[in-house]
C-alpha cells in the first residue's frame, strides 16, 4: 500500500514541484496553495513546507526515517496511496503551516463539503481543534479511533467552510527532528480505518457550528487564525 521509493521522492521534493497537482493560486500573503477541484464533497488538506529538508531518508523494516515526514507522509497519503483505495475528495496543498499560517486561510471553495480531513498528525490518534462535537466523536469511536487534543494544522484555518474537520495519526513521530520516523504498520492501521470512516460518512454532511466571534469575523469579511 505504502510505497516507501515514492514516499521517498515526496519527501525530497520542493514545494514547487507540486503545482503539478492542480492550479496553483497566490495568496494576498504572498504564499501559494494548490487546489485540485474533483467535483467531490470531502476536501483533503496536507501541507507542503516541513521544518527541516526532506534529506536524509532511510528505510529500517517497518520504519522509514526522514525529517519532512511531516508533512510529506500526508501528502504521500493523499497523492499516491489514498486514491488507489478508491478514495476521492477535493486536494488542497498549503504551504506556511510551519509558520502558524497556513495558505489555508486564503483558499476560496467551489462548494459546500461535508466535511474535512488531514494527515499531518503525530502518531494514531485524531484531534477535531474547534470542530469537536458528540456526533463527530461517536462517529470516531464507532470507527475505532482514539480522540486526542491537539492545537494547530491547517483544517483550523479553514473553519470558514462551516463544516467538521479531523486531523488523522498517520503514525510519525519526532516531527520537527533529525531522527523523525514513522512507523509504517501504524500508518497502514490508520489509512485502513480512515477508508471504512470515509465509505460510511463521505455522503454524509458534518455541520460545524461558527461561534459568536467567528460568525460576527465571518460577515465582517475577516478570518482568524484559531490556536
Known sequence: MIDV???KHVCELPVEAFASHGETVVTPGGSNYVFRDQGEPVLAVAHLDTVLPGTPFSHDGERVY??????????HLLLDVLPLLGVRFDLLLTDGEERGCSTARWFVPPRRYNWMFSFDRAGTDVVLYQYDTPESRRLLHRAGFRVGVGSYSDIADLWF?????????CGYHGQHRLDCYADLGETREMVARFVAFWELHRARRLARRLSRIKSTQAQSGQRVQPR
Open 5 to 7: 521509493s515514492r514516499l
Open 161 to 169: 467552510l462551516g463544516c467538521a474537520g479531523f486531523n488523522f495519526g
Open 66 to 75: 526522514c525529517p519532512a515526514l511531516d508533512d510529506r507522509l500526508g501528502v
